[in-house]
């Protein structure tokens, strides 16, 4: 599974894009890249999933650039709520379901 | 409500006692996971099953943890003999199947407490 890197904290204000980049230098022909975001006291819930490009859907963007080595969790006009813990994770489509999650960025969004 | 569910949401016990844990997954989910979550962590992966089969344990799980899915639908989590190192958030999971593996859905977790 390729090992990702994301920045440990990240602060923003309500009503700002928020972007929260991962590095997955390793990543494989057949991985794809995973976002999850967990709140306080609860289980990670999954956000979006692509391969290359750009996915869109009601809650975020991702954006992969062509060589795949990174991408971008784009989430438009944050607020408060979106205060939260993003994980993202790299590994492929025929995987056991094993997620491997790491420490995250933790989003702090101020008023 | 047709989430994932588990029961108790917390539970504080002595050391040395053993702790059943139980989680409903959503209903036509065939997999189901176990995480283990530790304060300032991201989960870290127990074991799955594919139906009543269980298909993969960790290393984390040690011989004193022991998980069922009996008829393929709810499954429990034993801790046998607990050690403080066990105070953790454990967290069920659950996928439609195995083509949507990365798509999973996460309980609430139960907060154990080793005291």
């Known amino acids: 599974l390729a090992k990702t890197t994301q920045p440990i904290s990240m602060d923003s204000y309500e009503g700002q894009e928020v972007n929260i980049t991962c ?5 494989a022909t057949n991985d794809y890249i995973t976002w999850y ?3 306080p006291s609860q289980g990670p819930r999954f956000i979006i999933q692509g391969y290359k490009t750009k996915v869109t859907n009601e809650v975020a963007s991702l954006f992969i650039p062509a060589d795949r080595k990174s991408s971008t969790l784009s989430l438009p006009r944050v ?10 994770l790299v590994g492929r489509s025929s995987n056991t379901g094993k997620l491997i999650f790491g420490q995250g960025t933790t989003l702090q969004v101020k008023p | 409500d047709t989430g994932v569910s588990q029961d108790p949401r917390h539970k504080i016990t002595k050391r040395g006692q053993n702790v059943t844990f139980r989680c409903d997954p959503i209903s036509e989910h065939n ?6 979550q530790t304060l300032g962590q991201g989960p870290e992966f127990l074991t799955y ?3 009543e089969a269980q298909l993969e344990k960790s290393r984390l799980l040690s011989d004193r943890f022991s998980a069922e899915r009996p ?3 709810f499954s429990t989590l ?11 958030m454990y967290l069920c999971a659950s996928s439609l199947d195995q083509t949507r593996v990365w798509e999973q859905y ?10």
């Open chain 1, 23 to 27: 590095s997955h230098n390793n990543i």
């Open chain 1, 37 to 39: 975001q967990q709140f």
């Open chain 1, 79 to 88: 607020s408060l709520s979106d205060t939260a813990v993003y994980y993202c």
């Open chain 2, 31 to 36: 997999r189901l996971y176990w995480y283990r």
């Open chain 2, 49 to 51: 099953f594919q139906n």
């Open chain 2, 71 to 73: 008829k393929g639908s």
């Open chain 2, 78 to 88: 034993e801790i046998q003999r607990t050690e403080q190192g066990d105070s953790a």
């Open chain 2, 106 to 115: 996460f309980g609430p977790g139960t907060r154990l407490t080793v005291t």
